[in-house]
Protein backbone atom coordinates (compact mmCIF):
# COMPACT_ATOMS: atom_id res chain seq x y z
CA UNK A 1 0.00 0.00 0.00
CA UNK A 2 1.56 3.44 -1.16
CA UNK A 3 2.16 5.97 2.02
CA UNK A 4 -1.09 8.50 2.08
CA UNK A 5 0.82 11.19 3.45
CA UNK A 6 2.65 12.82 0.89
CA UNK A 7 3.68 16.07 3.12
CA UNK A 8 7.36 17.23 4.03
CA UNK A 9 5.69 17.99 7.49
CA UNK A 10 3.51 16.53 9.53
CA UNK A 11 -0.11 18.41 10.48
CA UNK A 12 -1.34 18.82 14.03
CA UNK A 13 -4.83 19.11 14.67
CA UNK A 14 -6.14 22.49 16.52
CA UNK A 15 -8.09 21.34 19.46
CA UNK A 16 -10.35 25.00 18.70
CA UNK A 17 -10.48 26.90 15.50
CA UNK A 18 -7.87 29.37 15.15
CA UNK A 19 -8.59 32.36 12.48
CA UNK A 20 -7.28 34.23 10.49
CA UNK A 21 -7.50 35.93 7.23
CA UNK A 22 -6.62 35.80 3.73
CA UNK A 23 -5.10 38.78 1.35
CA UNK A 24 -6.82 38.59 -1.48
CA UNK A 25 -5.96 41.47 -4.57
CA UNK A 26 -9.33 43.18 -6.07
CA UNK A 27 -9.36 45.23 -8.66
CA UNK A 28 -9.71 49.03 -8.10
CA UNK A 29 -9.50 52.23 -10.20
CA UNK A 30 -7.20 54.79 -9.53
CA UNK A 31 -8.88 58.14 -9.84
CA UNK A 32 -6.51 60.50 -8.43
CA UNK A 33 -2.70 59.95 -7.42
CA UNK A 34 0.08 61.68 -5.72
CA UNK A 35 3.72 60.67 -4.25
CA UNK A 36 1.81 60.29 -0.90
CA UNK A 37 -1.50 58.71 -1.55
CA UNK A 38 -4.54 58.15 -3.86
CA UNK A 39 -7.91 58.30 -4.46
CA UNK A 40 -9.58 54.92 -5.47
CA UNK A 41 -12.98 53.65 -6.52
CA UNK A 42 -13.87 50.13 -6.00
CA UNK A 43 -17.29 48.08 -5.51
CA UNK A 44 -16.44 47.44 -1.71
CA UNK A 45 -16.20 49.60 1.44
CA UNK A 46 -12.93 49.61 2.92
CA UNK A 47 -12.55 49.82 7.18
CA UNK A 48 -11.65 53.44 8.17
CA UNK A 49 -7.47 53.07 9.32
CA UNK A 50 -7.35 49.49 8.13
CA UNK A 51 -3.66 48.51 6.38
CA UNK A 52 -3.77 47.02 3.07
CA UNK A 53 -1.63 46.46 0.18
CA UNK A 54 -1.84 47.87 -2.96
CA UNK A 55 -0.20 46.63 -6.35
CA UNK A 56 -0.20 49.50 -8.97
CA UNK A 57 0.49 49.93 -12.16
CA UNK A 58 2.61 53.16 -13.05
CA UNK A 59 2.67 53.00 -17.03
CA UNK A 60 5.07 49.87 -18.01
CA UNK A 61 6.23 49.40 -14.13
CA UNK A 62 3.90 48.03 -11.28
CA UNK A 63 4.90 48.54 -7.06
CA UNK A 64 2.85 47.15 -4.42
CA UNK A 65 2.70 49.86 -1.70
CA UNK A 66 1.57 49.58 1.54
CA UNK A 67 -1.46 52.12 2.89
CA UNK A 68 -3.75 53.07 5.38
CA UNK A 69 -7.16 54.06 4.86
CA UNK A 70 -8.01 57.65 5.05
CA UNK A 71 -11.68 58.22 4.21
CA UNK A 72 -14.55 55.81 2.38
CA UNK A 73 -17.82 56.49 1.49
CA UNK A 74 -20.47 55.86 -1.23
CA UNK A 75 -19.99 57.17 -4.62
CA UNK A 76 -22.60 56.45 -7.07
CA UNK A 77 -25.62 53.90 -6.73
CA UNK A 78 -26.42 53.09 -10.46
CA UNK A 79 -28.49 50.35 -10.97
CA UNK A 80 -28.22 48.55 -8.15
CA UNK A 81 -24.09 48.50 -8.15
CA UNK A 82 -22.14 50.77 -5.15
CA UNK A 83 -19.45 52.22 -5.49
CA UNK A 84 -17.38 53.49 -3.06
CA UNK A 85 -14.40 56.58 -3.21
CA UNK A 86 -12.01 55.72 -0.68
CA UNK A 87 -8.83 57.61 0.79
CA UNK A 88 -5.52 56.00 0.68
CA UNK A 89 -2.57 57.39 2.47
CA UNK A 90 0.69 55.34 1.71
CA UNK A 91 2.64 54.33 4.68
CA UNK A 92 6.06 52.82 5.23
CA UNK A 93 7.13 53.36 1.30
CA UNK A 94 10.59 51.47 0.24
CA UNK A 95 13.39 54.16 -1.49
CA UNK A 96 12.34 51.78 -4.96
CA UNK A 97 9.02 52.45 -4.73
CA UNK A 98 8.70 56.08 -3.70
CA UNK A 99 11.40 56.82 -6.57
CA UNK A 100 8.86 55.39 -8.94
CA UNK A 101 5.69 57.16 -7.37
CA UNK A 102 8.06 60.34 -8.11
CA UNK A 103 9.27 60.02 -11.39
CA UNK A 104 5.48 58.71 -12.79
CA UNK A 105 3.44 61.96 -10.58
CA UNK A 106 6.33 64.19 -11.73
CA UNK A 107 5.77 62.69 -15.41
CA UNK A 108 1.86 63.03 -15.30
CA UNK A 109 2.15 66.45 -13.95
CA UNK A 110 4.25 67.20 -17.04
CA UNK A 111 2.16 65.61 -19.65
CA UNK A 112 -1.15 67.64 -18.10
CA UNK A 113 1.04 71.26 -17.89
CA UNK A 114 1.89 70.70 -21.89
CA UNK A 115 -1.77 69.15 -22.57
CA UNK A 116 -4.08 71.76 -21.13
CA UNK A 117 -7.64 69.92 -20.40
CA UNK A 118 -10.03 72.27 -21.93
CA UNK A 119 -14.01 72.14 -21.45
CA UNK A 120 -16.16 72.89 -24.78
CA UNK A 121 -17.12 70.95 -27.47
CA UNK A 122 -16.03 70.26 -31.08
CA UNK A 123 -18.57 72.10 -33.51
CA UNK A 124 -19.73 70.69 -36.91
CA UNK A 125 -18.13 72.44 -40.01
CA UNK A 126 -20.60 74.18 -41.36
CA UNK A 127 -19.36 75.01 -44.67
Given at each position: MADENKRDTERVI?????????????PMTILDISKGGAMIA????????????????LGERSVVVKGRIAHCHVSELDGGLVLYRTGVEFIE???????????????????????PIVDGEIAEDIG
Open positions: VPSPLYGEVKVFQTPFALQLDSLHEFRISISDHVQSALDHFVDALKEMQRRT
